[in-house]
């Protein structure tokens, strides 16, 4: 069966410090990933997609398929990073979500 | 602007009622989908459409329904509301012409069973 991991409820870092948000999930087919985010009083969002190997606001994420990973980085991070972030694995037009991880960054 | 969105923004309702949430999308998608989002548990999926006439069952459907009557719109009926059912419900939609998982959210709809 297909599930997402998000082994940390919340993630607390100080601004400038590196974040790593972590995502594992299990999939027999080959996985396409996601990463979604909720800022406060916003909608849920696209943030990126491992497809496109790109960095959005700084963060990329890498899919290791020999890990079944695919965490989310970003070198040093900033106040306005403060969200809900979503790991998804997409299949058949759907997703299955992770129960999600509340990044806040102190100043 | 198209966009998606749902009403009410919040719903009180008591045990045993039947309740319908409305998504509404401008995009002209063909796939549209029903989630519920708890601590803990983060988003599950409740039903999904492909199209028209079309709808399934996702993750956790029991208690609830949906039925699509044309394109724009996917209600969400509660038929008989339990205080299990109290819960943020976000409604989505994306393009189903491709095979695309970027799925475009509403605002959500605060429901609480007493």
């Known amino acids: 069966a297909q599930r997402v991991t998000q082994p940390e409820k919340l993630l607390s870092v100080f601004k400038g410090a590196p974040v790593e948000l972590k995502c594992n999930y299990s999939y027999s087919g080959s996985p396409e990933l996601f990463w979604y985010v909720q800022y406060s009083r916003q909608r849920l969002q696209l943030l990126l997609r491992h497809i496109s190997r790109e960095s959005i606001k700084g963060f990329t994420a890498d899919l290791n398929k020999g890990e079944t990973s695919f965490h989310l980085k970003k070198p040093f991070a900033q106040e306005e990073d403060s969200a809900m972030y979503y790991c998804?694995?997409?299949?058949?037009?759907?997703?299955?979500f992770g129960a999600g991880t509340i990044l806040r960054v102190k100043s | 602007d198209a966009e998606i969105t749902q009403s009410p923004r919040h719903k009180i309702t008591e045990t045993g009622r039947q309740v319908t949430l409305a998504c509404h999308q401008t995009w002209n998608h063909n796939n549209m989908f029903w989630y519920r989002q708890d601590l803990g548990h983060g988003l599950r999926l409740i039903h999904y459409?492909?199209?028209?006439?079309?709808?399934n069952k996702g993750e956790v459907s029991d208690g609830y329904s949906v039925s699509r009557s044309n394109t724009e719109d996917l209600p969400l009926t509660l038929e008989s509301a339990a205080s299990s059912q109290t819960s943020v419900y976000f409604c989505?939609?994306?393009?189903?012409?491709?095979?695309?998982?970027?799925?475009?959210f509403g605002p959500g709809t605060r429901l609480t069973v007493t």
């Open positions: 998804a694995l997409g299949y058949g037009n759907k997703l299955v």
């Open positions: 989505a939609s994306s393009d189903g012409a491709v095979l695309t998982y970027e799925q475009y």
């Open positions: 459409s492909y199209g028209v006439h079309d709808t």
